[in-house]
């Protein structure tokens, strides 16, 4: 018998072979988001703070035609200017005329007569309400959309299929939008055969229903797989910590100030994400396998290619889902240099159309799938534990 200080608590590996589901804006517009390329485009019917921002971007678009919309984002986010002016505490300000360094004390851009939350404001108006008209409705601010399935079947059969296939052990997102959420679902079989998740790196306490037929449910996730949304969620508020709606109020209220950060070009990971990162990190290193979908890799996303790089250490195979799946795939071989690269042409054509209702012998086989999933075993109901310590005592 090995002596008690030999043996190795640290979390072990699944048994079985898994992978980590990593989701960029492709999944989301299998839902009717727009894609990064589709953010700014114009309506007939834009609100004047929205067409602010628009024009900004193509002005900002005239000069840098080679850049994305992503980019423009990212250009905001640190301040607005080519050579970013950061003034150190107690130091003076110099160049203040210089063009290219014309920013406020706090880094707020002016070159375009925006602030970095006008822009982050029109995009969680124009994720949390694809649809124009729909964004001065209150209906959509207060609707609980953790609870709700999502509207795509595409991503519904997907996962389905996907769970067949191999155990998924943790998702890794760059989207703000709640699809992932309403696709895996909130609670082991909320969705039939779904393991559902919990979010990675932050607390799960969720705010209450306050109105509704769903007043009374506890919104707060319970699955099994972590879900690491690197760049924030329409749903989460930062103050102190992170806070977590059942809504996308936060997307709303204050002209918007939901927890949310663009694609970052340098190690700017703010502290509020730093536990999800982390959490990520250590997923996607411990997985035998990545599923790719609608993540191009792009260059200028460099925080995430570190990630990607530093974690792809056991990774034997990656399958990407992605119309143009064929010309990204040597960007993924970079950064997973022995592993397997398969390309498939989007979600899956193999996949056959949902059916408008599942048979009870199939929703029975999934339900126990999702109960046979070897981590049912390691968290068990909180009502169940302390019974367990009621009985102890």
Known sequence: MRPLSLIDRRPQRLLCPNCVLILGAGWSAAAGLPLANQLFERAADLSGRDSEVIDAYEEWQHEHSTSSSEQFVAYAYEGGTEKVFRRLPGSPIFHWNDPQLELDLTGTVRRYGLRWSDVAAYLQRRLAAPILPQRLSSGVRY??????????AAQAEFWNWLLDQILVRAIVTTNYDLTTEQTV???????????????????????????????????????LIPLAKLHGSLNWSLTDRVEIFPDLRPAFRNGGDAAIIPPLPEKHVPWWLEPVWDKARAELAAADEWVVIGYSLPPYDSEINDLLATSARNVRRIRIYD????????????????????????????????????????????RQRALSD????????????????????
């Open 143 to 152: 609707r609980p959309e953790l609870l709700r399935r999502t509207p795509s």
């Open 185 to 223: 679902g909130i609670s082991l079989n909320a969705i039939a055969g779904s393991p559902a998740f919990h979010y990675a790196g932050i607390q799960n306490t969720v705010h209450p229903l306050s109105s509704g037929f769903d007043r009374g449910s506890d919104p707060t996730p319970t699955g």
């Open 323 to 366: 119309p143009y799946a064929e010309s990204i795939a040597d960007r993924w071989s970079n950064v997973a240099p022995g592993a397997c690269i398969e390309t498939h042409p989007g979600l899956n054509p193999n996949i056959p159309a949902s059916a408008a209702r599942l048979t009870r012998r199939e929703t029975e086989r999934r």
């Open 374 to 393: 070897p981590r049912t075993r390691q968290r068990t109901h909180p009502a169940r534990r302390r019974q367990a310590k009621l009985k102890a005592a």
